[in-house]
């Protein structure tokens, strides 16, 4: 380990002057990148990880400012550089890729041309640029190269996106690639090939990346070295291994022990009790509304395709799947936001339908919504209280009892009353996921369908709700449908478990079945893509 | 590896204990006693420099418009033999073709179109973002609206005035009900952008799975979050509701002659701009600050309604 570093980051500060205060957003922040080497920096939201990419490449944004470090590249300092001299070296020596290829690439122009002007930036003539963009959109992975690079973004998948990112940054052979996040808005399989990806590159083209994520098992499976970091400020670092498996900073501990292990001890309180809250018998979902004429009928394209499933008092169901496998439809038409194609949907034994005001009130009773995102489930403009409320006086709670019974409910989630008067904005992530649920128990439901209900969250919050979440189910006798697209979550929580894919459910069975004897090939892929901690430092 | 200066500090464990999350921006205290917090925070709005700005120049406007008979008590139809002059002592503004003070006349005739636009305005304002959020009770409604706007979007403002005429007779009361008209299209379309945008947020979705009735949805959840952009459009559609009464005022069936208003002196004045480029000063002068008031008004109200 002689080798020069190729990225030295000495003493990086990056300060925010805010109207009230200047906040540090990187304080003091060091590390070294050597070429061939995989570094990652792993940390929570608002930790600084971003923003310390950013200030390498000179792009932080308004109200930001380097304040204080250096960041030397082959010995030269870019932070010495203008913007002119900048441009010259981002895309040419340092190349980033980002977390939403969709959103990086241009959706009106055909892919190799979009390879093609990275090349004619740096000064490639035309004929070199068309031979290379090939040549490079094949490095990356995309079958049937010649056709390909003719095709538009809209015709490509997420992950095949994510590779022509790549192969854009790749273009000029720079010796460093910034990776900010690029598996996380894919699924576990894809984001599997891209790490393998990224991992090939390496080895073959000795490229440095430095690799951003929040995701520990990422980091396990893919860097060589790590630095963890917590409210700007790097608090651990070392070998991927060293701080994995013997961490000594207290927050990396903590945010150790917060990761849902695969080998974790499987929930042993599996409900006796036969009584089934909810029923669905070979459920359709269409989903294709857009008519090709007045006097065609829509082609039907069912996103659920026939799929049976009981949820019974007091567990916990988890619905598996990747994004597009029709498992948030499922979910929406059992309570109505989706109109149901044909099979029967049954609550408490008794078919339902939620078409009117009146259906859909009483199967609100028995059935409650908690959605990924509680930003946007909450409606800004009214305080926790008034969405509160809201639940309260549907649930049939005369007014009068609404400010009592909205305080309680606050603290079945632990929250206190003086958070009623507050806007979404002025809470935490987690917070905000809190008054989700609260306004979910409002009308003291038999079950809760829970989309993706801590995958916006960070580890550390993520476990926090999950245990809220277990303490209810068991003083509420609740029954949990819970869709996850994280399996780790998902062994963590679940007494049962489904597995769909294309619409249908492809394997059921008890956690323990499923996780330790998976029967369909699709579980298995999904197992093996998804990232393991303990396996992969082992 | 080499070892870097390791800055490591004595960090807490992750925690998101609701009490003391730090995390969490501060929220203001203040409970005002009784007042609907939606309503207070949009009185917030005139506490904000723009606010202050907006309401000031309205108030000025305003005042002058009402008081224009004090003011200037000899009336607006005071005729002279100096026709067209520019600036000076005794007026101001220059007078028009008939020797008539222009400053006189601009007054009279901000407080002709300040009577026009208080009724019309928001009557166009309301009826079109009605007409434009029917389509949360009714699908089949709300697009029939929609075309039936695309119809009246086909006319020109001073066509469709015209036909308002012909019914009503020429008037007031006609030119309030032809910019009320006229404007239903463009509020109608803004609602229905705003309605449709609203329908797919995840928090109109959560309350339908609440079992919270159209109506309700319509009413507490898409309503206040969709008026923001007809609040900023009913701004601007002042100036467009000048426009209209000029039209029609000057082909003789809007305002009579020899009541001023804005949009007659602003046609008229642009026919004598050789002559006497003062001439149409004052209106303009008007009109910009009458839209900046409310343009103002209206900003102040998003920055405090939209906190990021």
Redesign the interface.
Known sequence: MSTEPLLRVHDLEVTFDLQDEQLKAVDGVSFDVRPGRILGIVGESGSGKSVTSRAIMQMIRHPGKVTGGEVRLNGRDLLRLNEKEMLAVRGKEVAMIFQDPQAALNPVMRIKDQVVEALHIHGVDSATAQARALELLEQVGIPNVPEAARKFPHQFSGGMRQRVVIAIALANNPSLLIADEPTTALDVTIQAQILDLLRRLRDELGVAILFITHDMGVVAELCDDVVVMHLGRIVERGPVRKVLTAPEDPYTIGLMDAIPKMDSPLRDDAPEQEHTVLEVRELKTDVNTARPGWFRKPKPFYAVNGVSLEVRAGETLALVGESGCGKSTLSRTVVGINEPAGGEILVNGTAVSARSDEQRRALARTIQYVFQDPYSSLNPRRTAGQSLEEALRIAGVPRADVRDRSVELLERVSLGPQYLDRYPWAFSGGQRQRIGIARALASDPRLLILDEPVSALDVSIQAQILTLLTDLQKTFDLAYLFISHDLAVVREISHRVAVMNHGEIVEQGTTEDVFENPQHPYTRTLLTATPDLDKAIA | ??N?????????????T??T?T?????P?T?TPGGN??VRRYLAAFRTPRGVIGLTILAVLLLTAVLAPVIFPHGYDQQTADSLRGSSGRHLLGTDELGRDLLVRTVYGLRTDFSIIVVAVPLSMIAGTALGLVGALSRVAGAVVQRVLDIILGFPGVVLGVCVVLIMGPGWSALVVAIAIGGLPYFGRQARAALLEQMG???V??????????GAVLW??IL??AVDPILVGGAIFVVVAVFIEAGLSIIGLGIQPPTPSLGSLLNVGIRFIEQSPMYILGPTAVLILLSMSFSLLADALNET????
Do not use: C
């Open positions: 590896m080499r870097n200066d390791v800055t490591t500090m004595g960090a807490a464990p992750p925690t998101d609701p009490p999350d995390s969490a921006r501060p929220a205290r409970r917090a939606t947020r995840e928090y979705v959560a309350a339908r799975t609440l079992g919270v009735g159209k507490r959840h206040p979050n309604v939209i906190r990021k």
